[in-house]
């Protein structure tokens, strides 16, 4: 894991956010660490954390545990109709190259 991405994993019984994203449902609601939430398999799964994008081209990521079977992982958010926010972002602002990154 990259120092990176160390430094924006999450742990915690907050919102699962970093310094400037956050993880929302479809409906732009913040998602919680331990909120369980549906796979496009209709399957159940306990969000643990998760590591922001690091790039334009990235989703990002989440982790935690199959409900059914208990085993765990990390997926793209979009495996749970998720995805992640970032908050410089004005509305309708678009910013490209590095400085969407700084």
């Known amino acids: 894991m990259s120092e990176h991405d160390e430094e924006n994993r999450f742990n915690t019984t907050q919102e699962i956010s970093s310094k400037s994203w956050r993880l929302q449902d479809a ?5 919680v660490v331990g909120q369980n939430v549906m796979s496009f398999r209709s399957e159940e799964f306990k969000l643990v954390g998760g590591i922001p994008p690091h790039k334009p081209a990235s989703s990002g ?6 409900i059914e079977s208990g085993n765990d992982g990390t997926y793209y958010p979009t495996v749970f109709n998720l995805k992640w926010v970032d908050l410089n972002l004005e509305v309708g602002e678009v910013l490209i190259g590095e400085e969407a990154y700084l």
């Open 27 to 31: 409906d732009g609601n913040p998602v």
């Open 61 to 66: 990521k989440v982790y935690g545990v199959w």
